[in-house]
């Protein structure tokens, strides 16, 4: 799914929506400010917890990331398991996605299916992530690292480690909030988490703004035939 146009540029449209934005920044300022005063406390699940996301709407490469850190982390002796939001499911409870079945994309959605059949670790969905973590736990003891698939701004969940993915060519765009433009928090939020990684070439010009930021790149190593 492509980024809408307007999120580029601050022309007619994004400023049409900049009010809304406005009200949106204030939400989510809030919602950032009772998690961090302690009137709210975040769940710990009693073992590392790496959180890979980003601040912006839209796909930057996370799920590969994500897959790529629980088989290194395996291959170094630990014992990741993977918890997600499972979006597009129409459940909400915390459960297992299974490696294989019938139509399972539409009952965990899609990536952590596919992250269930790479990953060779446990993975679980569920729409609180602190929920579906604990129950991963239990579930599997053995777990020493949890990785959450996005859920930078989900702080019900304690982390560790915080990494925000960015693509490269789109980089943060005219840099106003939802709607306005492709922000779910703002860019001074990236000076904060532990590593940004940008995904591709850096067109946008994102890795001399942040000192803490790394480069990554998807190569094929197969091709696989789509039609019968």
């Known amino acids: 799914m492509s980024a809408p146009k307007h999120w580029n540029t601050r022309g007619p449209l994004a400023l049409l929506l900049l009010p809304v934005a406005v009200l949106y920044t204030a939400i989510a300022a809030l919602h950032r400010m009772v998690w961090h005063s302690g009137l709210l406390r975040a769940v710990h699940a009693d073992v590392p917890v790496i959180v890979v ?35 597009g499911a129409v459940r909400r409870d915390p459960r297992a ?34 929920a579906t973590a604990r129950a991963l736990r239990i579930a599997h003891p053995e777990v020493d690292v949890i990785i959450s698939d996005d859920g930078l701004q989900h702080h019900r969940l304690a982390r560790d480690i915080e990494i925000a993915v960015i ?62």
């Not at 670790?121 to 992530?129: A, I, K, M």
């Not at 590593?195 to 067109?203: E, I, M, P, R, S």
């Not at 703004?209 to 190569?219: H, I």
């Open 167 to 228: 693509d490269g060519a789109r980089g943060l765009g005219n840099r106003w909030p939802l709607p306005a433009g492709p922000l779910r928090e703002p860019a001074s939020r990236l000076a904060s988490v532990d590593a940004v990684v940008v995904n591709g070439d850096d067109t946008s010009g994102i890795l001399p703004e942040f000192p803490q930021a790394m480069t990554m790149r998807f190569t094929g190593n197969e091709f696989r035939k789509l039609l019968n």
């Open 53 to 87: 996301g980003n601040i912006t709407a839209g796909g930057t490469g996370k799920t590969p990331l994500v897959l790529w850190m629980a088989q290194f982390l395996t291959t170094h002796g630990r014992h990741p398991g993977i918890v997600s939001r499972g979006y």
């Open 97 to 130: 996605v299974p490696v294989t079945g019938i139509n399972i994309a539409g009952d965990y959605g899609d990536e952590p299916c596919l992250l269930a059949r790479r990953s060779g670790c446990p993975v679980w969905v569920g729409v609180d992530r602190a």
